[in-house]
């Protein structure tokens, strides 16, 4: 109804404004500016999740972690650095995020926006 918010497009979190659910720990509502905060940090947090699960689907995880092992091999296990590390894979790993994960996200996220505009 027109009383309540939802969080992303597939979230099944619904928080109905003003209902007893809202009342805080201390005995009283929430204030607008918390409950946007709470709403934004929920679709963070589901966010975050969508996109671990995406990439472990489209094996993203896996072809980072081969990579990785290359990047060890190559510098030698003694010898590498994370710094190392973190150099010879960010490029990789973001060159390697499928365009249809991408593209979701940002769709989510839009909606995400849409909903919580003003």
């Known amino acids: ?23 805080g720990l201390w005995g009283r509502r929430f204030s607008e500016a918390v409950y946007e905060t709470l709403c934004s ?9 969508l996109l671990r699960a995406k990439l472990i689907e489209c094996g993203w995880r896996d072809q ?20 190392d590390l973190v150099a010879g894979v960010t490029p990789k790993g973001r060159a390697l995020v499928p365009d249809s994960v991408k593209k979701e996200l940002l769709q989510r996220i839009r909606a995400f926006l849409a909903q919580h505009s003003t």
């Open 64 to 83: 980072l972690k081969a990579h990785c092992k290359e990047v060890i091999k190559e510098k030698g296990i003694e010898n590498v650095t994370v710094e």
């Open 41 to 49: 940090f929920l679709f963070s947090c589901w966010l975050k999740e």
């Open 1 to 23: 109804g027109e009383n309540q918010e939802t969080v992303g497009t597939d979230l099944l979190l619904v928080f109905p404004r003003g209902s007893s659910w809202w009342w």
